[in-house]
């Protein structure tokens, strides 16, 4: 059964850190490219970051680059994504997600998801 | 950045009917072009990509259309299930991929 399984979310204060993982299983995870996408309480969905399928390249959107950085560990079929002074705009639930085997960039695998919440 | 708008925010629609939603992008992004659907409490599904191609195990029904600027996503006879939210997402210009901000389809 082809799924990602995303763990590490919670509570934080402003300022602090956190770390999400995003454990794959029933695909070849070294094939592939993953992405994280967030979705603010009642708001749409962002695109958050890639780390391609060898982990060589990475890249970010505005609102985490510098803050936030991707990684991933192919022998534990695992990506993670380190997430640094945390502000309140950062509370969203937390998703991982894979792209085709096209290599198009759309996402064909999603996880449950993560809810990071960061409050005083 | 490609700035990706939806329309219209939400769509009031009978089950059984037809539903077309539209999906604009500041910029050409030539066919590379998905779409979304999402229920609370669930992943994101993805529906169609490369504009027209429906994904694995989606009904017949979805269908998606377009390219460049102008984008449709239209729902041949809704069913129950096909109430969500729905996004489109560009990947032709990135980084950042971009998202528009959603059409909500709820039942008439």
């Known amino acids: 059964q082809v799924q990602l399984v995303e763990s590490g979310g919670g509570v934080v204060q402003p300022g602090r850190s956190l770390r999400l993982s995003c454990v794959a299983s029933g695909f070849t995870f070294s094939n592939y490219d993953i992405h994280w996408v967030r979705q603010a309480p009642g708001k749409g969905l962002e695109w958050v970051a890639i780390i391609s399928n060898v982990g060589n390249n990475k890249y970010y959107g505005d609102s985490v680059k510098g803050r936030f950085t991707i990684s991933r560990d192919n022998s534990k079929n695992t990506v993670f994504l380190q997430m640094n002074s945390l502000r309140p705009e950062d509370t969203a639930m937390y998703y991982c997600?894979?792209?085709?085997?096209?290599?198009?960039?759309?996402?064909?695998?999603w996880g449950q998801g993560t809810m990071v919440t960061v409050s005083s | 950045d490609t700035v990706m708008t939806q329309s219209p925010a939400t769509l009031s629609v009978s089950p059984g009917e037809r539903a077309t939603l539209s999906c604009r992008a500041s910029q050409s992004v030539s066919s590379h072009l998905a779409w979304y659907q999402h229920k609370p409490g669930q992943a994101p599904r993805l529906l169609i990509y490369g504009t027209s191609t429906r994904a694995t195990g989606v009904p017949g029904r979805f269908s998606g259309s377009g390219s460049g600027t102008e984008f449709t996503l239209t729902i041949s006879s809704l069913q129950s299930e096909d109430f969500a939210v729905y996004y489109c997402q560009q990947y032709n210009d990135w980084p950042p991929i971009t998202f528009g901000q959603g059409t909500r389809l709820e039942i008439k």
């Open positions: 997600a894979k792209d085709l085997p096209t290599g198009e960039l759309a996402f064909d695998i």
